[in-house]
């Protein structure tokens, strides 16, 4: 009989958090690729200044044919550093609105390129919706509540340069269609397709001309449920995440684990405050729309039947979980609002398991600690208790940290200061809860209102 959780065993060591860590990764935000296409959809019929109706065949047209196209479109701007620039001394772009031109290719008949498309951008529940796509100019870039990426398709005219260049979460990837069609026997299409909140840029061409479609990608209206088949990407997480709960040395007795998010999300729902003005938030809409490595965390994890959910953690003195945003602007409270939202039951206040287990022994307080005791004071003062309150609190062992693009701040007034407004800070993350070792496959428990105090290590 095997013996789990002596006294001075650790619950998680830093080599599960990491094989976890290296298991979700950072799957690339976006895929390309070339494919071929029959001899008309290479070509493009628009109209000029003078509005003379033309028609140019991109996979075999002359430098003037090209030129000619160029001189039909208006200048547009393009992205660089975050900003949109119209700067034709660093590079010269124009574009033709969708009204002013006409095409025989279609992106949705490419079977292949929808495939290509789903298993790389769309997993989990997503991987089951419909696509729809939307033709638009390239300095025009709208956004709605069900896009969630957008498409480029490049013609196979000669140039050199003019690489996508892609950015999220710190790292960097480059799309040089120009080399990539130059090498074909024959012509083709390419693509780069990617999540809305990657950065993104094209670099100067140096010689030739790039044309290229750009489309906004959304979800389309619900269909029949179908099933698809796992991504090798997830297959692996899964299989590793299985491994850690097959191991009796982790997480022993149970625990959480906190993941930061991967990418951007939106959390107005649309509805305004009655005090403020101010836009409603939830995390309802973010929750339905994970995507990424944010998605397969999700489903992996409740396919594995662990309790996974969507929390916001509010952080000011110390960090304070809740089930959504729940900040009240026009509230006149004596305590703060993350303060209030543990006393009337609606939040936790957040435990670092690492740092728990980096400072055991240690008998001096952090600036965390002393202020979670003040609090606890304040507390026993307000519901008049002799012995010591005990707080709500939930112990989290971070797989990965939370990123900053996700944090928003949310208005309140301030006891006492109905002429100042003040703002508290949050992010989102996944929380996914593992039973204790034995019972890991059992269905969650039902979801508390106020979370059970952890022991300390």
């Given amino acids: 009989m095997a013996v789990v959780g002596t006294e001075n065993a650790r619950p998680i060591s830093e080599e599960h958090l990491q094989a976890l860590r290296d298991a979700i990764g950072d799957k690339p935000p976006y895929c390309s690729g070339i494919y071929h296409v029959a001899p008309r959809n290479f070509q493009l019929y628009y109209a000029t200044q003078g509005t003379d109706a033309r028609r140019i065949d991109l996979s075999e047209a002359s430098e003037d044919e090209v030129k000619a196209l160029a001189d039909a479109c208006s200048p547009a701007t393009f992205g660089l550093e975050n900003e949109d620039v119209l700067d034709e001394s660093y590079r010269k772009a124009g574009a033709l609105d969708a009204t002013e031109f006409g095409i025989n290719y279609h992106p949705l008949e490419h079977e292949n390129l929808i495939k290509a498309i789903r298993s790389s951008l769309l997993v989990g529940h997503d991987a ?49 269609s120009g080399k990539i069609l130059a090498a074909q026997d024959e012509p083709r299409l390419a ?65 959480n684990l906190g993941f930061g998010l991967a990418h951007q999300y939106p959390v107005e729902t649309g509805m305004r405050t009655g005090a403020t003005g101010d836009p409603r938030r939830s995390i309802s809409r973010a929750r339905d729309s994970l995507k990424g490595s944010d998605a397969i965390l999700m489903s992996v994890a409740r396919e594995l039947s662990l309790d996974t959910s969507l929390k916001v953690i509010y952080e000011e003195s110390f960090k304070v979980m809740t089930d959504d945003m729940k900040i009240d602007p026009s509230a006149d409270a004596a305590l703060d609002p993350i303060e209030e939202l543990v006393q009337l039951g609606e939040g936790a206040i957040v435990e670092d398991g690492i740092k728990l287990m980096e400072n055991s022994g240690n008998d001096k307080p952090s600036e965390e600690d002393e202020a979670i005791e003040s609090f ?82």
């Avoid at 498409?151 to 799309?175: D, N, S």
């Avoid at 088949?229 to 982790?250: C, G, K, N």
Wanted: include cysteine.
């Fill in 128 to 176: 089951q919706k419909p696509i729809r796509m939307e033709l638009y100019k390239l300095n025009d870039t709208p956004r709605a509540d069900n896009m969630f990426g957008s498409l480029v398709v490049v013609y196979p005219t000669a140039h050199e340069g003019g690489a996508l260049i892609l950015r999220h979460k710190g790292k960097e990837w480059q799309f040089d």
């Fill in 191 to 255: 693509y780069a397709a990617f999540y809305g909140d990657v950065e993104h840029e094209v670099a100067p061409v140096k010689s030739g001309y790039r044309v290229t479609l750009t489309y906004n990608l959304y979800f389309g209206d619900p269909e029949l449920p179908h099933t698809t088949s796992r991504t090798v990407y997830e297959s692996q997480f899964r299989e590793i995440f299985q491994r850690l709960l097959d191991d009796p040395t982790f997480l022993p007795e149970g625990g």
């Fill in 376 to 457: 606890r004071v304040i507390m026993n003062d307000i519901e008049e208790e002799e012995e010591p309150v005990e707080l709500p609190k939930e112990k989290v062992y971070w797989v990965t940290n939370m990123s900053d693009f996700n944090e928003f701040a949310e208005p309140y007034v301030p006891y006492g200061n109905a002429s100042v407004l003040h703002y508290m800070y949050g992010n989102m993350c996944l929380l996914v809860h593992v039973g204790p070792y034995g019972a890991r496959d059992k269905p969650a428990a039902a979801k508390r209102k106020m979370p059970i105090v952890v022991e300390k290590l």
